[in-house]
C-alpha cells in the first residue's frame, strides 16, 4: 500500500494553464489537452452560483450516504480508512447528484467551458454521461475510488476522445485540503503509473472555487488526502458523444414531462435527441419528430 503523500505544491511553467475564463480559447485549450490531457479555467463559476451549488452538494452528499448505509454498502464516519482503493468507502460521494435539480441544472445551462468540451468530443452534439459530486474530507470514510490511482474511462482507446471531464472546485482546492493529482499527458498511458511514478511526476491542481478543469477521461488521477477540518467539494461532470450510454438514464429519472419542458440546451445534454426508440411507432416519425436525431452522429 502506498501512503498517500502531502507534499509541497511544485510550478512548473510549461503546465501554467490557469487562465481567466475570459482569457481562454478554444485553440490553446485544446492543444493542451491534446498534450497534457487537462486544460484550467479559473473564474468560470459565479460566487451565488457556488453558495447555491455548496448547499445542495451537502444536502444530496447527506442523501447518498444515507442510501448507501441503507442498502449496505459505504462505510460510516469515523471508521478505520484504507489508504487505498477498492470497494470501500464511498463516503462524500454523491452519485448522480444531477437528479436533484435545481443548481446543478442551472450550472448546465449556463454551458461552462462547453466550446472546450465540444472541441475535444470532435464538434457535434454532445450528452451528459454523468454528474456527480465529491466532498473530500478527513472524516475516515473518505470515498475510496476517488482517491486510488484511477482514470474515468473503463477502456483505453489510444485515438478516440471518449469523455470529456469537467471538474468544478466548489471549494478552494489546496494542497492541504486534497485538491487533485493528475499526471501531466498520463492520457496517452495504457497501463496504470505506479504509486511512485504517479506522485513523483504528477501534480496537485489547486485553484480558487469557481476553478474548472477540464479534462480527457484517460487522465490518470486521484484525489488528495484532506489533512484540514473543512470539507472540499467539487463536481465531477462528464461528456460524451451521444451514441455511448449515459451512466444513468435522465430521460427516465426526470420524466418524459420534465424533460419536453426543459431548454433545448438540456434536452440535448439529458439526450432526448439521442433516445432509443421502443417500437415502431416510435421509430417510424418524421425526421423533426425522431428519437435519435440525425444531427447526433
Ligand atoms: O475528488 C477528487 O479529487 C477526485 C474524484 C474523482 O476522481 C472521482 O470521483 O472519480
Known sequence: MYPLPVQEHRHNS???FLVSNEAHTTEEAQASLDEFGYFTVEGAVDASLLKKLRREIDSGTRAC?????????GQREGTTELPNGGDGALGGAAH????????????LEENPLFDIVASHLGGTPFILNSFGAVTNTNTNNMYEHGKTIHRDSRRF?????????LMVMVDDFTIDNGATWFLPSSHKMANTPTAERFYSEGKQ????AGTIVAFDGRLWHAAGKNITDSPR???TVSFTLPFLKPQLDYI??????????????LKQLLGYYSRVPSNYDEFYRPASERFYRSSQG
Open 96 to 107: 448522480h447528484i444531477v437528479s436533484a435539480g435545481g443548481s446543478f441544472l442551472e450550472l
Open 65 to 73: 450516504l444515507q442510501m448507501q448505509l441503507d442498502r449496505g454498502l
Open 14 to 16: 510549461r503546465e501554467a
Open 157 to 165: 482507446f489510444a485515438d478516440f476522445h471518449e469523455q470529456c471531464w
Open 233 to 235: 467539494r467539487c463536481l
Open 205 to 208: 491542481i489547486t485553484g480558487k
Open 252 to 265: 427516465r429519472c426526470f420524466g418524459i414531462e420534465a424533460v419536453e419542458a426543459m431548454s433545448e440546451n
